[in-house]
């Protein structure tokens, strides 16, 4: 595109501002109330959206937290009920003991003890672990 047909362009458009104009009665622009006026409604209807927005997460939430708490409640009582029936089982023969878990996963304590003994080549039944804590 040329600077000739940009500056035409230019010339048209501002041609037709200059007729809108004259049929507004020579005002494009709103006055400073009418301003002021659209500002104080568009903060409003945003302050009542976000309102209502805050409201609607309140209340799933605590639908959530109903939902949630109650089949905890509901699980909760039969495990209670079962631990007493639970006895303490003597040691497997070839066992060293029990040992002391402190911060880690039972699962993680198992691999530590079978890793331990897989480097020092002998029968998990031989060593004897008193605790494992996780260093943090």
């Keep these: ?5 940009a500056e035409e362009a230019v010339s048209e458009v ?9 049929n507004a009665g ?27 927005l805050m409201f609607v997460i309140i209340i799933v939430g605590k639908i959530m937290v109903a939902k949630m708490k109650k089949p905890a409640a509901e699980t909760a009582i039969p495990a209670v009920a079962a631990a007493p029936a639970v006895k303490s089982l003597p040691a497997a023969p070839g066992t060293a003991g029990e040992v ?19 480097k020092l080549q002998k029968p998990l039944n031989e060593l004897r672990f008193v605790s494992i804590k996780e260093v943090k």
């Design 1 to 5: 595109m040329s600077f000739a047909l």
């Design 14 to 22: 501002a041609e037709q501002v200059a007729e809108a104009a004259e």
């Design 26 to 52: 020579g005002r494009l622009t709103l006055d400073i109330g009418g301003n002021l006026l659209y500002a104080i409604l568009g903060y409003l209807v945003v302050f009542i959206g976000l309102s209502l």
């Design 100 to 118: 002391k878990i402190y911060d880690t996963d039972p699962r993680d304590a198992a691999m530590i003890m079978a890793i331990v003994a897989d």
